[in-house]
C-alpha cells in the first residue's frame, strides 16, 4: 500500500445507535485510513462526527464518502485537508453566555448576530426546547480589545428585543463551583508553561 | 468545556436560592494617623481611607459583573480607633467618628467597622473615652459600628467592662429610641474577637494583620437549604451522615466563589487577600435563611429539643467543607444566628417556639452569639450586662469568638413587633426572664479569672 498522503476532513450523520463509532471507524480502516483527529455529539437521536483522516494516495475523496453512505448508510461529507491547514486562534477570556425564555424564532440568530459584530467566536453551544422553554448556552472567547461591559449590553439589548433573559460570565466561575481546579487555564504569561506540559504528557 | 448541567446548577445557585459574596471588606490600618493635634489627625484619616479604598466599590463591581455573582456589601474595617484617642480628650470621640462616617460615605463604602476597643483585660484612658462616646457617636452617625472585645479565653472576663457595656448598649438604644433602637444595631460585645472578620457590626482590622487587607464573607443559607430539600427528595434512604456531607459539599462551591472573587478584588486593587470567612450570614429574604435549614432537617418548630445538635452539625460540615474550597479560612466562619435578620428564626420568636435561653445554648455550638435580639426596653443595665457576662462565659470556657448584639427597644414590651429594615431585618421582642435578679453579681465589678487550659476531665 502507497504511503498515505492524502487527507480528509469526514462528517458523518445517522440516527443514534449503539456501534455507529466502530462501524464507521471500521470502513475507515478498510480504506487503509489513519484517524487523527475525531470529535462527537447527539441531539435529539442524532448522531454526528467529525474526523480528520489520512488515506493512501489511489483512496479518493468521493471513494471515501460512497464507502461510508453504501456500507453503513450514513450521511457523509468527505473534503480534502490541506497538509498544514492552520487551525484559526481565537485568543481572548474565555466566557459563558446563557440566554432563556419563552420559545419563538429568531433567537440565536439575534444573539449570534450580536456575538459576531464584536468578533467574538463561539468555541461551543447547547440549545434546546422544552414545554416551549427556551434555553442556549454559548462558551465564546471574547477577544481581549473588546471591554466584556460593552459585549454584556449588546447582548442585553439584543436579549431585550427577543424577549430573552441573558447572563454573560467569565467561565472560571462555573469551574470554581464544580470542579477541584480553580481556574479553567493557565495564566496567559504562562502558555509556554502550559505548551510544555502538554508535550510533556503526550 | 464546563458541561451543561454544571452550568445550569451554578446559575440556579445565583437565580433562585441567593448565592452571593455577602462582603468584601477592605481592613485599613490607621496607626500612621495618630497626631497630637486634632485637626492634622482627622485630616490624615481622611486621606488615608480615600487612598486606601478609592476604588474598592469600582473594583468590586467591576469582579461582581465578569462573574455574575453580586457582592451585596462592600465596607471598611480599620484597626482599632482608640488607638488614636490616646493623648487627646474626650471631645476627639464625635468628630473622629465623622469624619469617618463621611469618608466611608464618600467612597460609597456601605458600613465602616472598627469604632472598637480592646478592653479584656483592662481599660486605658482612650478606651475608655471611646466607650462612653458610643451611645452619642452610633446615634449620630449612619456608617459607624462599634465593637468591644471585654473577655478572652487567656485573659478572662473583664466584669467592669461587662458592667459598661450594658449600660451603653441601654444609652445607645434610648439614643435612637425613634428608630426603635436601632443604634444598638451597630454596637457588639465580643469573647475572643476576630481579627480578619469580615462581618459587622463586628469587623475591624487586628494587630497582626497587614497595613491593608481584603477579608471576604460568603453567604449561602439558600444554597444549602434547597441542597438538602433535593437530597430528601431523592427518596434515598437518607441518614444524618448523609445530610452533613451534603451540606459539606454545598459549603465547599459557596466558598469556591468567595475565593474566586475575593482573590480577583484583591488582585485588582494590588492589596493583599486575607481570609473567606465561612459563615453563613442570612438575610431577612425568605429562602434565605439558617433557620430554614434547620427546618429542613426536621426541627420543625426552631427551639425545640435537638436545635442545639442540628446547629452543631450544620457548623461543623459548613467549616469542614469550607477549608477544603479555600487556602486561607478565618473570621467568624460558623452559621450565624441573627434573630431579626433571619425570618425564619424572627418568626419562631414571634411564635414562642424559641426562648432566650435556647438561643444561648444554641450559641455555645455555633458562630457568633445573642445576636440581633430585641429584648424589652424596660431591661435594665445589669440584666443587660449579666445576658453579655453569661454569653462571654461560653466563649471564654470554649476557647471561641461570642458576641452579643442585644437591642433593648425603648417603649416595647415581649411579643411586640420591631422592623429595623433592609438587611437588619425585622422581629418580635422576646422575653427576658429574671430582670434584676443578678444585678449583685454585675455590682462586685472585677475580673472572672481565665479558665483552666489542662485538667480537661
Known sequence: MSARTNRYVITVLAQDRVGIIADVSEILFQLGGNLEALSQTVVWGWFTMIICAAFPEEVTAAAVRETLEKKGEFAAT?????????????????????????????????????FARRGINIEDVWNEVQQGKFIVIFHVTIPDDIDPKDARNDLEEAAREVGVTVTMQHQDIFTATNSLSLHTRLPRRNTKLAAEKRDTVL | MIPTEDILKTLEMVRIENLDVRAVTLGINLAGCADSDAGNMLRNLRTRIHAAAGNLVRTCEEVAGKYGIPIVNKRLAVSPVSFLFEGHGPEICLPTARVLDET????????????????????????????????????????????VNVASTKTGINMDAVRMMGEQIKAVAERTAARDGFGAAKLCVFANIAEDNPFMAGAFLGEGEPDTVINIGVSGPGVIKQALRRLLETGEDVDLGRIAEEIKRTSFRVTRVGELIGREVSRKLGVPFGVVDLSLAPTPRIGDSVGEILQTMGITSIGAPGSTAAVALLNDAVKKGGLFASSSVGGLSGAFLSVSEDHALSEAVRAGSLHLEKLEAMTSVCSVGLDMIAVPGNTDPSTLAALIADEMAIGVVNQKTTAVRLIPVPGKKPGDKVIFGGLFGETTVLEVRNVGASSRFIAFGGKIPAPLHSLKN
Open chain 2, 104 to 147: 466611608a460615605g464618600e467612597v460609597g463604602a456601605d458600613l465602616i467597622g472598627g469604632y472598637t476597643a480592646l478592653v479584656h483585660k483592662g481599660i486605658t484612658k482612650g478606651e475608655r473615652f471611646l466607650i462612653e462616646s458610643i451611645p452619642e457617636v452610633l446615634s449620630r452617625t449612619e456608617r459607624v459600628c462599634a465593637s
Open chain 1, 78 to 114: 468527505v473534503l480534502p485537508l490541506a497538509k498544514t491547514t492552520p487551525s484559526p486562534r481565537f485568543e481572548g477570556e474565555p466566557f459563558v453566555v446563557t440566554a432563556f425564555g419563552e420559545d419563538k424564532p429568531g433567537i440565536v440568530r439575534k444573539l449570534t448576530a450580536s
